[in-house]
């Protein structure tokens, strides 16, 4: 058991350093590492991890790592696979905090973005293939991963789609069951988004506020890092006047540049407002819910699976999970494969995860060391 938990502080820490491209990017390294390589689980097993944490608040990626701790190395896994994650991330992030509140700016990473985005596609447009081949089982969930796929082009919202697309998989895959059997209400937690608690605008600040208002968020937050951005501006800039929009923009440019857990955005903004232990009681606070989750759902996992009701619910959430993971990776491409020199990275990365067993790792810093040599030449 020792040995698997320095497995897993081991990986989780190299991919919490190296993982640049938010969740999709992050759960394509995972199922790089741990199925591909490692071999701790099967396909279908990751598909069933991926499918639960869309079904609970919280950062995908982040979860994925605290499930796979604890498969890998029981409870004290869950704790280090998540935190050791979660750390490199954070002590980044409270870096360029630091160089932000001395000297008002926080250093560009625009170079090394440049590089590694173009890899990233590469990496996420084989681990959906992987992937895709076991989630799409049939016509049925062929069918509503292009119609999840679609629909992400008319900007309906994230939880919506995943809720859509298990219960449509579901109710077709037991329509004859219908009529011999009562059917339960099956309740999916949705986040109640955006209503702000009641308080006085531009409260004093205290770390228990702090820590607490990041405990809430972290507790009913789905979606991506904008999601996010419309809570913290609910929150710190509307009802506590904490912060203003500018350092809200600030501290989200630096979640999304840096690698790891977007939600190290927290981190960022707790130690705008309260230094080293602001920046602690933030981050504690916005991933501690995600653990206690984790630690709920993960040995229900198997008996969804085994469910007839249930097993369909997580095979249609699974298909439109990956819908989602291929919309993010198309928004990417678009932004990031602008010249030949992207381009061409793109190509090479992919030409590499196809046919080689290169480590993903490599690629990246491959990538990053592109980016940067463009960026100084130019």
């Not at 938990?5 to 991919?15: H, N, P, S």
């Not at 605290?66 to 498969?71: E, P, S």
């Not at 992030?93 to 250093?107: C, F, K, N, R, S």
């Not at 080293?276 to 991933?287: E, K, N, V």
Request: proline share 3%; hydrophobic share 55%; net charge positive.
């Amino acid at each position: 058991m020792r040995r698997h938990l320095t497995e897993v502080a081991g990986l989780f820490l190299r991919l919490g350093a190296t993982a640049f491209g938010g969740p999709a990017a992050h759960i394509a390294m995972m199922h790089d590492e741990v199925v591909k390589r490692r071999k701790w689980l099967s396909e279908q097993e990751f598909l069933d991890l991926l499918g639960a944490t869309n079904l609970i608040p919280g950062p995908n990626s982040t979860e994925m790592a605290i499930h796979l701790g604890l498969l890998r190395a029981g409870w004290l896994g869950l704790v280090v696979g998540g935190a050791c994650f979660i750390l490199p991330a954070m002590c980044i992030v409270m870096a360029l905090a630091w160089v932000y509140v001395g000297y008002g700016a926080t250093p560009t990473a625009a170079g090394v973005l440049e590089g590694v985005k173009p890899v990233m596609i590469a990496i996420i447009g084989k681990a959906l293939w992987d992937l895709g081949r076991k989630a799409v089982k049939n016509r049925l969930t062929a069918g509503v991963g292009a119609a999840v796929l679609a629909l992400t082009a008319f900007n309906v919202n994230e939880i919506a789609l995943l809720a859509l697309g298990g219960a449509a998989v579901m109710l077709a895959e037991n329509a004859g069951r219908l009529r011999s059997a009562r059917l339960r209400c099956l309740a999916l937690p949705l986040a109640a988004l955006g209503l702000p608690a009641a308080g006085a605008a531009a409260a004093g600040f205290s770390l228990s506020g702090l820590f607490l208002t990041f405990l809430k968020i972290g507790s009913v937050l789905y979606g991506s890092g904008y999601v996010l951005l419309a809570f913290m501006r609910a929150d710190f800039v509307t009802r506590l006047g904490w912060l203003t929009d500018q350092q809200l923009i600030d501290a989200i440019a630096v979640g999304q540049v840096t690698p790891g857990p977007v939600f190290t955005t927290a981190t960022f903004v707790g130690y705008v407002l309260g230094g080293f232990p602001g920046g602690l009681a933030a981050t504690l606070g916005i991933f501690l819910p995600s653990f206690v989750f984790v630690a709920l759902v993960h040995r229900a996992i198997p008996k969804l699976r085994s469910s007839v009701w249930l097993g369909s619910l997580l095979d249609g959430v699974n298909v439109a999970s990956l819908a989602l993971m291929a919309s993010v990776t198309l928004q990417l491409g678009r932004s990031s494969l602008v010249d030949v020199t992207t381009v061409g990275l793109a190509l090479v990365s992919g030409v590499l995860v196809w046919l080689t067993r290169i480590n993903t790792t490599w690629l990246v810093l491959f990538g990053a060391l592109a980016g940067l040599t463009r960026a100084y030449l130019l």
